[in-house]
């Protein structure tokens, strides 16, 4: 619980900490500590935490926006990239890139798949959205690609409390 509201603190600061040097949106910087809670702690944990910190930031400080309904597909690309990495990860294998790139990938898609439905119910063009959303964060992925292995590899070099074994 301590490990996910600490993730969760740093979901919250960490986009305003980059729209504030003009980065934005487009490295997902909620989704990065989402995602990295993923492999530090059990499915339930990462699933919730990733599900609810796009809603309490929406509230709490108007970003994500609510309309368009971008918390609402934050929430739910974080909770499946969390579920994916999170069962993978603990599944035995212990790998981060096993674990990482479908979880990756499955979040990008259900992105997609969510902005396009969401696109189609406020009569927006859903190919142009969808296409639009996922081409914004690619950015992002390459910085989850990047970040997350050193990240768990750091920890596992020094022996964390947070990583039972090192990760490869």
């Known amino acids: 619980m301590v490990i996910s509201a600490a993730m969760a603190a740093l979901a919250l600061i960490l986009p305003v900490a980059f729209h504030a040097v003009g980065l934005g949106s487009k490295f997902l910087p909620m989704l990065l500590p989402l995602l990295l809670n993923a492999f ?8 919730g935490t990733a599900a609810a910190v ?7 400080m108007g970003m994500p926006p609510l309309y368009p309904p971008v918390a609402a597909v934050i929430s739910v690309e974080g909770a499946v990239m969390a579920a994916v990495a999170a069962t993978i990860f603990r599944r035995g294998e212990r790998s981060v890139w096993v674990a990482l790139l479908p979880a990756v990938l499955a979040g990008r898609l259900v992105s997609l798949g969510f902005t396009f439905l969401l696109a189609r119910l406020f009569g927006l063009p859903p190919a142009l959205a969808s296409v639009a959303r996922l081409l914004e964060g690619l950015p992002g992925v390459a910085l989850q690609l990047a970040v997350i292995p050193l990240v768990l590899r750091a920890l596992a070099a020094r022996r964390s409390i947070l990583l039972d074994e090192a990760p490869e």
Do not use: H, K
Request: hydrophobic share 75%; charged share 5%; net charge positive.
């Open 40 to 47: 530090l702690v059990g499915w339930r944990w990462a699933v």
């Open 54 to 60: 796009p809603w309490i930031s929406a509230f709490a």
